[in-house]
């Protein structure tokens, strides 16, 4: 049966997959991928559903209102953590894994679900334009992009911190406005959930 509700795309990707790929022998690499996508899951304190795993992305998504922009945050600095705690017992043996890294791309719209088979599917210019964020122009691997039209679902009355960033890019499937923030990885823990301020809501 197809389906077609509003809600979240919560797309985590694996930064640097690529290179480690080549440069890791294959029983050894699909199993250091498979604990680290693991741990991403397992710390998904936001109960999101999970759509499919695409080889170094996770793609989570959630039919109904949009959380506050700080959880959403709050939920990625988890995940980034269990990523970057996991990696650390593969480093010795694996030095290659320094280079990994996740990102996260956040949308909201309409996303259709449909079946194949015994499988469930994803579908609708949400889902694509999500997709598409992941070819991007930010100069950093470690980062969470979160859009205009999530952004326009949050409800609270707030003043982004000083270091989020606003872009707009043109795709071939338009124009798509977001912010990022971004996550330097080596630099230990960082969190901009403290750097949020109340907006004015009137006099």
Do not use: W
């Not at 077609?4 to 640097?16: E, P």
């Not at 899951?41 to 695409?54: D, M, Q, T, V």
């Not at 964020?133 to 205009?148: C, F």
């Amino acid at each position: 049966m197809n389906e077609d509700h509003r809600g979240t795309i919560f797309i985590v990707d694996i930064s640097g997959y690529s290179k480690f790929v080549a440069e890791t022998e294959n029983e050894a690499g699909s199993l250091i991928i498979c604990a680290l996508l693991e741990s991403i899951i397992e710390a998904n304190r936001l109960s999101f559903n999970i759509s499919e795993i695409e080889g170094d992305a996770i793609l989570f998504y959630r039919h109904g209102p949009a959380f506050p922009v700080k959880d959403i945050l709050a939920q990625f600095e988890i995940m980034l953590q269990a990523f970057k705690n996991k990696l650390e017992t593969f480093k010795d043996n694996f030095p290659q894994t320094s280079a990994l890294s996740i990102k996260l791309v956040v949308h909201y719209g309409v996303i259709g679900r449909f079946a194949v088979g015994s499988y469930s599917k994803l579908f609708g210019q949400a889902v694509v334009e999500a997709h598409r964020l992941l070819k991007n122009s930010i100069g950093t691997h470690t980062y969470a992009l979160i859009t205009k039209d999530y952004y326009q679902q949050d409800q609270d009355d707030f003043i982004l911190p000083a270091e989020a960033k606003d872009i707009c890019e043109l795709y071939d499937v338009g124009r798509l406005c977001y912010t990022y923030f971004a996550y330097p990885f080596d630099a230990g823990p960082l969190s901009y959930l403290q750097s949020f301020r109340l907006g004015q809501t009137g006099t």
